[in-house]
């Protein structure tokens, strides 16, 4: 299993290696959306740091969004689902794959919104470097999440527009919990439990993602 | 033993019907043509066969999987598909795309080189399908069947996209494969080349109208 979940999360890294879609589209998108974040709350440094753990997770979901959209687009023509069902893949293995294609993915892009968070945002140099393991286990979560909810949107001829529709609701447990997690981490104060509930949410997406992936491919 | 058996199978698409009560055996090591005019449900029975749907009524066998059961996802992996559409991944070349799905499937990943170089692709195995061309799209298809080597051949339509040259390796293919013991069913709309010594299966309105050797 783990071999096949590698070859598939392999085989996504590579598309998007060569497609660049997320260094020239996706990540422009979010490092502009930050940009704007900062104009709308004001010039004040204070008001900035304050509101910037908000609006980075708000950033990220929606770049998570164009990340899945696009992972989704993947396999989205007849031809390709065909090909894919014929191989006869243990859909387990195929929805844990593309979400560490993805993982590393907005890992990465997350990461470069963390270092635009704090030169644009004014956050501490500090509080971006102890919240990065977070935003690993919120990327991980929003992942997961989003293998999911991509494969029941894709089934749909307005996949684009479903996908927002199905998934923000999904990914408001793992916005509320970074969001609480990266501000206890700007004004110093316990974070435990916002761990303990992405971590929740991680496992529990992780095991509705393998118990309905199969179905969701034969649909 | 036969191929396939399928006995008054139904298969719907929500309620409309793609195939009305199908009665059929493949025997093996032969070649069948599937004919019938569009919407006769042609391409649905080659689904059907390959596994990639499931029957709302009736029974059947393929390669001794039921159909009828989760058994159809292992039957795929004993199935070569060729469909009318690209089915590989676009930004990946043909040597990427096989490679992928031989790793998938345990086929033997070293006999990708020759077969790509067999159908004519040597120069061309490192460039992005996209940037192929509809035929040549289909000869990374007939490559994946050499380095496959199912027990049963689907191909829709095998012959659209191809020139002269890739009709007659086509042809070759097909000679060859049904020598060394594989199954073949293909569709079609017009007429196979001579060296393809097939069996007809006629299709109307979702029903076999008729089988001739």
């Known amino acids: 299993m783990i071999r096949l979940v590698l070859l598939v ?34 010039p004040t440094a204070s008001t900035q740091a304050r509101l910037a753990p908000g609006l980075f997770y708000i950033v990220l979901t929606l770049v998570s969004l164009l990340v899945i959209n696009r992972t989704s687009q993947l396999e989205s023509s007849r031809g390709t689902v065909t090909s894919i069902q014929i191989l006869g893949m243990d859909p387990g293995s195929v929805f844990l794959g593309k979400a560490l294609a993805m993982w590393v993915q907005l890992a990465t892009v997350g990461s470069a919104l963390l270092v635009g968070t704090t030169v644009l945002l004014h956050v501490s140099v500090r509080a971006a470097v102890l919240t990065l393991p977070v935003l690993l286990l919120a990327s991980a979560t929003l992942s997961l999440a989003g293998v999911l909810y991509g494969r029941i949107a894709a089934s749909s001829a307005n996949a684009g527009t479903l996908l927002p529709a199905l998934a923000l609701p999904a990914f408001a447990p793992v916005l509320i919990a970074g969001e609480r997690a990266f501000s206890s981490l700007v004004v110093a104060s316990p974070l435990a439990r916002w761990v303990w509930l992405l971590s929740v949410a991680l496992v529990a997406y992780a095991s509705v993602g393998l118990l309905l992936y199969g179905a969701l491919e034969e649909s | 033993m036969a191929v396939a058996s399928l006995c008054d199978v139904v298969v719907t698409a929500g309620s409309f019907p793609l195939l009305s009560g199908v009665t059929l055996t493949l025997e093996p090591t032969v070649t069948y043509v599937i004919t019938g005019s569009n919407g006769a449900g042609k391409t649905s029975l080659l689904r059907l066969l390959a596994g990639l749907e499931a029957p709302s009524r009736g029974s059947g066998t393929v390669l001794g999987f039921d159909i009828c059961s989760s058994q159809r996802r292992e ?6 598909w060729l469909g009318h559409e690209m089915s590989f991944y676009a930004d990946l070349s043909p040597v990427e795309n096989l490679k992928f799905a031989a ?39 007939m490559a994946w069947f050499m380095v496959r080597r199912p027990q049963l051949w689907l191909m829709d339509e095998p012959y659209a996209s191809l020139d002269d040259e890739g009709r007659d390796l086509l042809s070759e293919l097909l000679v060859t494969a049904q020598t060394s013991g594989a199954t073949i069913v293909l569709t079609s709309h017009g007429l196979l080349p001579p060296e393809i010594d097939a069996a007809s299966i006629v299709m109307v309105g979702g029903r076999i109208a008729k089988v001739a050797s």
């Open chain 1, 9 to 42: 999360a392999q085989k996504d890294l590579l598309i998007e290696r060569r497609s660049r879609v997320l260094l020239w589209q996706v990540a422009p998108f979010g490092l502009m959306t930050l940009v704007l974040c900062g104009l709308a709350v004001g």
């Open chain 2, 103 to 141: 790793r998938t499937t345990g086929a033997d990943v070293a006999a990708i080189t020759p077969a790509l170089d067999r159908v004519g692709l040597a120069q061309r195995s490192k460039v992005p399908m996209k940037f192929l061309s509809a035929g040549q799209q289909r000869r990374v298809s």
């Open chain 2, 75 to 80: 039957l795929r992996r004993h199935v070569g």
